[in-house]
């Protein structure tokens, strides 16, 4: 799956609440920037972000980053609106996880991504969220 589709679902999530900025935008432009995607190319899924590819098409892993990534992203703002945990909800039922999946990694995914989690173990916890 290209980081350009990943990027696409967080800029999603992050112009949920009117306000792509701050912690958020810096997130984004931070995982682009790390896996080879320019200013530019970034500034260009801003304003035109991709769908999410077919589920099908996703390995496992892919999920799990892309469940990952829009968690760590809802909460580096310190604020949490209800439009962001829905967003999150329904895109873990996309992915063929139970919608509660979200909070389980919410609750074990730090908003500062200095702080590494323990990913081995979230992927392990998640198993057992598979619809």
Not at 8 to 18: M, T
Not at 23 to 48: Q, T
Not at 61 to 88: A, G, N, P, T
Request: glycine letters at 4%.
């Amino acid at each position: 799956m290209s980081i350009k589709a990943k990027l696409s679902v967080l800029v999603q999530l992050a112009n949920i609440d009117g306000d792509f900025a701050g912690e958020e935008k810096d997130l984004i432009y931070m995982i682009g920037k790390a896996n080879g995607v320019s200013e530019e190319e970034i500034n260009n899924m801003v304003e035109n972000p991709e769908p999410l590819p077919p589920v099908s098409t996703m390995s496992e892993d892919d999920k799990f980053e892309y469940l990952f990534h829009i968690v760590q992203l809802m909460k580096i703002d310190s604020q949490v609106y209800l439009s962001e945990i829905k967003f999150c909800e329904e895109l873990s039922e996309k992915l063929g996880f139970k919608r509660n999946v979200i909070s389980k990694l919410s609750s074990r995914i730090y908003s500062d991504p200095a702080i590494t989690s323990d990913v081995s173990s979230l992927k392990r916890a998640i198993k057992k969220y598979k619809q």
